[in-house]
């Protein structure tokens, strides 16, 4: 299922199905907290503060992604392997196993290409591949969503919302 999950952070006493992320030194943990554009939004960027996004490609397609309202510049490109266990993939249970490297199969450069070195609305995110974006929020506040550039994608649900709001409303978010 071609779906755009939202993770978050969990603490090491989390239990039930995690995507784990190790770079050999460190471990970071996440569980699923949205997977369809329906499910309640998770995501509330505050007006002028700087967000770091990681995009994980856990599939074999290439993903153009394109954020909405404000452009954003690609930081890095990390090229990893990953294991899904049978039946890793069920909605909100997602369980994964990246971890940061190479793959010996791995044909791809993972440089950031001259093309995409500006301020973009979109970016490529390529299999074994976790993108790191930067963007601030300045225009607007409200609604907006990403998703996946490739039309068959978006309609598969590989699409999510997000909700940019001033910084004297953040309190009201807890």
């Avoid at 907290?33 to 994980?56: K, N, S, Y």
Wanted: aromatic fraction near 8%.
């Amino acid at each position: 299922m071609l779906t755009m999950r939202e993770l978050r952070i969990v603490e090491d006493d989390h239990t039930g199905p995690l995507v784990t992320v190790t770079d050999g030194e460190r471990i970071t943990r996440y569980r699923a907290v949205a997977a369809h554009f329906e499910d309640r939004t998770t995501f509330f960027p505050m007006l002028g503060e700087l967000e770091v996004w990681q995009l994980i490609n856990l599939t074999g397609d290439t993903h153009p992604i394109h954020v909405h309202l404000d452009p954003f510049q690609i930081l890095a490109r990390h090229p990893m392997r990953y294991q899904i266990p049978d039946a890793g993939i069920e909605d909100l249970d997602i369980t994964a196993s990246v971890i940061l490297g190479r793959d010996p199969d791995d044909g791809l450069s993972h440089a950031i290409d001259d093309n995409e070195r500006g301020l973009k609305d979109t970016i490529r995110v390529n299999p074994n591949e976790i993108v790191e974006i930067a963007v601030r929020f300045t225009t607007y506040s409200g609604r907006y969503m990403y998703h996946c550039h490739i039309l068959e994608h978006e309609d598969r649900d590989m699409m999510r919302p997000f909700v940019t709001m001033a910084p004297e409303l953040m309190p009201f978010m807890a």
